[in-house]
Each structure stands twice: as structure tokens, then as C-alpha cells.
């Protein structure tokens, strides 16, 4: 199953399958030289990616997480290209989670100012988040994703195969990611949840593989007509609406000293911004519940420590979305009806936080 991704950049198709690595030979084309950068733990992932490739192969390792988005191992990657001569005509493999792939998307963003990319994401989060909608980038002393480029890949391989060795814990945490699509977007994901939630998070079944597709094109259809993070404008929510449940959870993940699992932290966001959506916006109870329900059903946690508040209401100040010293969060009026908040109440955002206790 594809999923076809309209980028401003030109199309190009989103593989989702068990065996979807049967595509890359096609997407290599006739390149002469391929580099392949993956995290050093992933080396015989990386391998078999490449076994079918009819090409010069230069494997570029780099560190795991999120020490791999430096300036330093960017240069040692342009370095590798250029001692391979690497030309125009090449092409760049990123494989791994989203650390990987972004800093594998702004290596050939980069180098000769933009070589073919083919992202092989191997996480679910990554999947359905990473590796569409053309971020990539590198960190800073002074922040993360500071210093990066919109470039798309040519194609994407979401090889459902690559994710049997991932922790289990690992799997349920990208499920946030695939749930928060069936909140903001399509209802049908909400469906297959709740029909049989262990089947959902079972990652050889038909239904994960289809709450899997169906979440990448709930992305790949905001990313295509909202490319460039131009926002909401207005009534309309564009990119924006893929931050539901991102501002506290992006507070949680710095509060906690990147611990935590985004997803883990994504899904304590969701379960408050439903409750900041109920007081605001009017959402309905029911609604509340099957947050609570859905998350917690797949093991996901629904609070973080009742003392921190205050210190994570100073955090999302800092949130890349907020305006000035004005806060800006994503709502919902009901199932796939995301809004705007625009300097949501104070009270309410806090009451939201106790009730989670």
C-alpha cells in the first residue's frame, strides 16, 4: 500500500507494507553511488537494506539519538561524500528513527545544494511522523532544529518488517503519534482502536498496518497544503494542527531532561488538551473519556508530576508556536475539528493539569 504525497517539491509516494523494501532498487535508479547513513546500533539493519543494490555503497554511522544532529557529524557525512565523489546524480539513504533521517535529509539537502534522499525510517514514530513533511536539520548548543532546510525525499519506504526487533515499548509509544491523527483527522483510526486495542498495537496485523497508512496520510495530506509551516490563517489550522497535544508534551520532554519518550510525553499533552478543550472549547465528556481510554489502553501515561506546573507553564512560553508572550495550543471541538487557542485562560489550562492527578 502507497501512500501518494503531493509536495511542493514534487510528488512522491509513501511505501507501507511488510517487504516495502522490494522498492528501493527502483528508487535508486541508475545512481552509481549510494551513501547510507544510519545510527552504529542499526549496522545490520542498515546492511540489508542495501544487499539488493547494484551500486558503489558508502556506509556512513553516526552516533545514536540525538547525538547525531551536530555541526560535527554533519561535516564528517559531507566529508564521506566527498572522499566517495559523491556527484549530482547520487544518492543518499537515511535509515533509522527521526534523528537519523532528519540529519540524513539535511546531508543531501546540503551537499552539491540537494542530491536525491530516500528515507527508510525503522520506528513507528518515525514512520508516521519523521519522515514526511520534508524537516531536516541539525541542533545547537543553543536549541534543537535550529539550522535545517525543507527538502523532501524521493520516495519513503515504510517497511513494516524493519519494526519486529523494536522494543514493545517503543511500538506503543509511537501509537501516540498514530492516535493523535485519529483525534485531529480521521475518525476511522479512533475505530480501529477501539475495536480491538491489542490488535491495533499488534505490529503484524491488518489493522496496524492500516491505522499505520492511514496516519501517514492524515500528515501527508496537511503537510501538502501547508508545506512550509505558513500555519493557520484565520479559521483554517494548517500545520499547525499536527502539534495537538505537543506543547505541554514538548515541556514534559525538556522538564524531564529528554527521558521520557516523546510519545509518552505526547500523550500526557493529549489527555490535557482535551481537558483544556473541554473548559475552553466545549468538547464533550465522552470525548475526554476516550483519550483517557485509548492512551492508557495502550499503556501510555495520562500524568506527570502534580508539582511541576509552574515550571512547565514557563517552558511553553518558550514553545516555537507561541506569539510573542502569547500562547498559542491546538484544540478540539469534537473529533477531526482541530482549532486554534490563541493565549488560552490561565485557569483553565491549570485545572486541566490538576485533573490529570
Known amino acids: ?51 539488493a543494490l547494484d551500486a558503489a555503497i558508502t556506509m556512513i554511522p553516526v552516533p545514536d539519538a540525538e547525538a547525531a544532529k551536530t555541526a560535527e557529524v554533519l561535516t564528517r557525512c559531507w566529508d564521506a561524500l566527498a572522499a566517495a565523489g559523491f556527484t549530482r546524480s547520487d544518492v543518499v539513504i537515511g535509515v533509522g528513527g527521526g534523528t537519523a533521517t532528519d540529519l540524513a535529509g539535511f546531508v543531501a539537502a546540503s551537499w552539491l545544494r540537494g542530491v536525491r534522499y530516500i528515507s527508510i525510517p525503522t520506528s513507528v514514530l518515525a514512520m508516521v511522523d519523521a519522515a514526511v513533511g520534508g524537516k531536516t536539520g541539525i541542533n545547537l548548543a543553543a536549541g534543537k532544529n535550529l539550522v535545517g532546510a525543507f527538502y523532501e525525499p524521493v520516495g519513503v519506504i515504510c517497511d513494516l518488517a524493519l519494526l519486529d526487533s523494536l522494543p514493545e515499548r517503543d511500538v506503543r509509544a509511537g501509537l501516540a ?61 494548517g500545520r499547525e494542527a499536527l502539534n495537538y497535544g505537543h506543547t505541554l508534551g514538548h515541556a514534559i520532554e525538556a522538564h524531564a531532561g529528554y527521558t521520557w519518550r516523546h510519545g509518552d510525553a505526547i500523550a500526557v499533552g493529549m489527555a490535557w488538551c482535551s481537558r483544556v478543550s473541554r473548559h475552553i472549547l466545549g468538547l464533550d465528556h465522552e470525548s475526554v473519556v476516550v483519550h483517557d481510554d485509548l492512551l492508557g489502553g495502550l499503556g501510555l501515561p495520562l500524568r506527570y508530576e502534580q508539582s511541576a506546573w509552574e515550571e512547565l507553564r514557563r517552558i511553553m512560553s518558550l514553545d516555537k508556536k507561541a506569539r510573542g508572550s502569547m500562547l498559542r495550543i491546538i484544540g478540539l471541538t469534537e473529533f477531526g475539528k482541530p482549532v486554534v487557542i490563541d493565549d488560552p485562560e490561565e485557569a483553565a489550562m491549570e485545572a486541566a493539569y490538576r485533573e490529570l492527578s
Open 1 to 51: 500500500m502507497s501512500v501518494r504525497v503531493e509536495s511542493a517539491q514534487g510528488p512522491y509516494d509513501v511505501h507501507v507494507a511488510r517487504g516495502a523494501l522490494e522498492h528501493l532498487p527502483r528508487l535508486v535508479g541508475d545512481a552509481s553511488r549510494v551513501a547510507v547513513i544510519y545510527p552504529e546500533p542499526l549496522l545490520s539493519v542498515a546492511a540489508h537494506v542495501v544487499d
Open 177 to 237: 503519534e498514530v492516535v493523535k491523527a485519529g483525534f485531529i483527522a480521521d475518525t476511522r483510526i479512533l475505530e480501529l482502536a477501539r475495536e480491538d486495542l491489542t490488535d491495533f498495537a499488534d505490529r503484524t496485523s491488518d489493522r496496524f498496518r492500516e491505522a499505520m497508512t492511514r496516519a501517514i496520510q492524515v500528515k501527508a495530506t496537511v503537510v501538502a497544503a501547508d508545506f512550509r509551516e505558513a500555519t493557520s490563517v484565520g479559521s483554517k489550522v
